[in-house]
């Protein structure tokens, strides 16, 4: 099977753009969430999707956005973007909801960088 | 404080020898992953546990649920095991992943 890929793998973005990311995750998982990972913050949480519905959303504000299709294909949208949103926006997949039988497979991830 | 609290924050080791790396949470947990970040981004995950021990290879991971601590053991290590090595805990409350800070594994040959 392939693995969880992103698109883009790379992306510069100038402040007050918006960006859009996609995930595509492994054939037949439903589940996929979002992390954003900074060298201060570590990984943090931004939400999770799972049969087209957000089941889980994390402390970020409103300006950034998911959705999943019904291919579970999914993307998550920055609006305005600020100079912090700069990270590395990882993606993972998972057959089931439940993270704790379901073991979460990763993307290589999409390099934001915002000027 | 942290809820999921990674130690040591860096370890450099020579190749060979046996490594540990701990994790210790304060908040109830359904299950705590083990995974590990090579340079790049690339995340792999390495062990997803809720009781008891599991070895895969030369790596071995344990969870002590009353202490609310883990281990994650290399041996023989290799500096191809030269990495980030991140616990995450699930949490029972909300089911969100609560990640560590991780720990940066150099191996030296």
């Known amino acids: 099977k392939a693995g969880v890929t992103q698109t883009p793998r790379y992306l510069i973005k100038t402040r007050g753009q918006q960006v859009t990311l996609s995930c595509s995750p492994i054939s037949g998982h439903r589940s996929v969430s979002w992390y954003q990972q900074t060298p201060g913050q570590g990984l943090q949480f931004l939400f999770e999707?799972?049969?087209?519905?957000?089941?889980n959303k994390g402390n970020f504000p409103g300006r950034f956005s998911g959705r999943q299709f019904s291919n579970s294909r999914s993307e998550m949208n920055v609006s305005t973007l600020e100079l912090g949103d700069s990270a590395l926006y990882l993606c993972a997949s998972s057959e089931g909801i439940r993270l704790q039988f379901s073991e979460q497979f990763f993307g290589p991830g999409t390099r934001l960088t915002v000027l | 404080k942290n809820e999921v609290e990674q130690s040591p924050q860096n370890l450099t080791a020579q190749e060979g020898e046996f490594i540990t790396i701990n994790c210790s949470y304060s908040v109830g947990i359904s299950a705590l992953h083990w995974l590990q970040q090579h340079p790049g981004g690339g995340i792999v995950s390495l062990f997803m546990?809720?009781?008891?021990?599991k070895k895969h290879g030369r790596l071995i991971a344990t969870i002590n649920i009353q202490e609310k601590h883990s281990s994650l053991h290399i041996t023989a290590s290799h500096p191809r095991d030269s990495a980030v090595y991140i616990c995450?805990?699930?949490?029972?409350?909300?089911?969100?992943?609560?990640w560590g800070a991780g720990t940066k594994l150099i191996i030296k040959p």
């Open positions: 995450a805990a699930l949490a029972a409350s909300n089911y969100q992943l609560i």
């Open positions: 999707y799972f049969s087209e519905t957000q089941r």
């Open positions: 546990l809720s009781s008891g021990k």
